[in-house]
């Protein structure tokens, strides 16, 4: 699942097209899988999710944000390959939002991602991308979820 927004398959308008100059204007990160990214100001991050998942979480009051990308719900934390996991890489970025100057009590997330990418497993409850979800629901009622399924 592609994060982002195809600006050319929008229909002309002047609202797509003040969004597209402001989005063409930002600076752009593209977030790999095992990676995570804060900023206090605007940033247009790109991603793309199949099972794995994005949390991104923003303290809106103050304009600080981040998103992480993971690919399997639990693992140690490493130098090389911990973020990879899902419970290392929530953690880790609720800590660079705190070292960032977020507030918990002003955070709000989203989470996007977990889909079911494998033909043998559709339909089925348990699959990697519902993993991948279960364990950023875990973190409480801090994660708000979009839809997942079969689709992410």
């Known amino acids: 699942m592609k994060t982002d927004l195809s600006w050319q398959e929008l229909e002309p308008s002047t609202e797509?097209?003040?969004a597209v100059a402001e989005?063409?204007?930002?600076?752009?990160?593209?977030?790999?899988?095992?990676?995570?990214?804060?900023?206090?100001?605007?940033?247009?991050?790109?991603?793309?999710?199949?099972?794995?998942?994005a949390v991104c979480i923003w303290d809106?009051?103050?304009?600080?944000?981040?998103?992480?990308?993971?690919?399997?719900?639990?693992?140690?934390?490493?130098?090389?390959?911990?973020?990879?996991?899902?419970n290392v890489a929530i953690e880790s970025l609720l800590e660079k939002l705190a070292r960032a100057g977020a507030r918990v009590s002003?955070?709000?997330?989203?989470?996007?991602?977990?889909?079911?990418?494998?033909?043998?497993?559709?339909?089925?409850?348990?699959?990697l991308g519902d993993k991948n979800v279960e364990m950023a629901r875990c973190r409480g009622n801090l994660i708000m979820s979009s839809y997942f399924g079969e689709n992410g």
Do not use: W
């Open 16 to 18: 797509s097209a003040s």
């Open 106 to 127: 002003n955070l709000r997330a989203k989470l996007f991602g977990g889909a079911c990418v494998l033909d043998a497993m559709r339909g089925k409850e348990g699959h």
């Open 23 to 53: 989005a063409r204007a930002l600076p752009a990160v593209y977030l790999h899988p095992g990676q995570l990214f804060v900023a206090a100001g605007p940033v247009a991050v790109t991603t793309i999710l199949g099972s794995c998942v």
């Open 60 to 86: 809106g009051m103050l304009g600080i944000g981040g998103i992480n990308h993971y690919l399997l719900p639990c693992g140690l934390r490493t130098a090389s390959t911990g973020l990879r996991y899902g």
